[in-house]
């Protein structure tokens, strides 16, 4: 198994390319189960988990085409039993369930286990296939979903963590293709739902207010192929733009959308740092001074949870008090333990983490169950006084293209190794 070592002290400048998101892209292929036209997605990124979906997808039955980032897919005729092997290596699989239950009338997936995050479950995407009319059933592992036919209803998705976001492209995914009219209400506003809804716009479905809490779905008979490009992926951006300020002198994100990332932005200045966002570029500088932050991780628009490990990185050498509370994971903490193992100050109280900025971290062995909290200890690295040797690197490869490529281009020292 790989790991990556981080040779900590170099610092970072130079310009870095953001790839296509991750989470806009493995709803969008699995949307393309709608249609048995074909589809051609570009900006696709290389990762481990878009390599699950497309597996899932060949399994099903679809043909395949991949080549340096454009994926074509044709889905003409299809199964509606996702593969249990590879469906359990990834829980975003669970969102073919929405475009299956649509073009086939059924699906069955199995449950998703295993997730290191907390309890994940996906009762809201039930409730929805429910109110649309369809049958649920839990049987050995699997979930059924079954309806013969679909009919649009008025579907809260609003849980007591906020909205969600896989549930919200489940059920948008489902009634595309449903009789009537959906409203979906408490839906969930992230940029990579809006992608998803301009997708299927693209393909012939007719949907308004994605992106806002309320989305509006005619259902439509069939739908076409057609071809998209993945928007910018928002939290590999907010992961350099942290890289950048805990090692970085200046330091340019290409290819970004600056609009996606104004709650990762607005607190990183607060925190000292200069940032211009000129078109679909970045830049970041350090200020005179630092400053601790209090951080409250909310559904989009307010600062989110895929940067709560990273912005700990950076708070972990920032000095006084900074305050962090994880409000749609209350469990998502993996990283905590390691980067105390690396001489942080921080103390868990609840969902709440107080840190108290040390003036340097110092390298060491580590390993996180999680991909955020793995990429947070490869940032930690990068400031930290020696050797650091981030173990498990398989949770990094799942959501970051090239991370330690990318950012040895902008200046680091770091190595993969096999472990
Ligand atoms: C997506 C992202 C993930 C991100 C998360 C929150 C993808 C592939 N993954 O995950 O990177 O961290 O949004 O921004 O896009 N919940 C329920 N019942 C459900 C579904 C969710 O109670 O049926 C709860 C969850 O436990 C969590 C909250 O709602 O507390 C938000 O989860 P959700 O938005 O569904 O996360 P995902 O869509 O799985």
Known sequence: MDKIVVHGGHRLSGSVKISGSKNSALPILAATLLTSEPCTISRVPDLSDIHYMLTILSELGCEVERASGVVKIRAEKILSQAPYDIVRKMRASVCVLGPLLGRQGEATVSLPGGCVIGDRPIDLHLRGFEALGAAVRVTGGDVKVLAPKLRGATISLRSKFGSTVLGTDNVMMAAVLADGVTIIDGAAEEPEVVDLANFLIAMGAKIEGAGTRKIIIEGVKELHGAEHEVIPDRIEAGTFLAAAAIAGDHVRLLRVNPLHLKAVIDPLVDAGFLIEANGNEISIRPGVK??????????????????????????????????????????????????????????????????????????????????????????????????????????????????????????????????
Do not use: W
């Open 290 to 419: 630092r400053r601790p932050l209090k951080l409250d991780t909310l559904p989009y628009p307010a600062f989110p949870t895929d940067m709560q490990a990273q912005m700990c990185a950076l708070l972990a050498t920032t000095e006084g008090i900074s305050v962090v509370t994880e409000n749609v994971f209350p469990h998502r903490f993996m990283h905590v333990a390691e980067l105390k193992r690396m001489g942080a100050d921080i103390d868990l109280q609840g969902a709440t983490l107080v840190i108290k900025g040390v003036p340097q971290l110092s390298g060491a062995p580590v390993m996180a169950s999680d991909l955020r909290a793995s990429a947070a200890l490869v940032l930690a690295g990068l400031q930290a006084d020696g050797v650091t040797e981030v173990n498990r690197v398989y949770h990094i490869d799942r959501g970051y293209e090239s991370i330690d490529e990318k950012l040895n281009g902008l200046g680091a020292q770091i190595e993969r190794m096999k472990a």
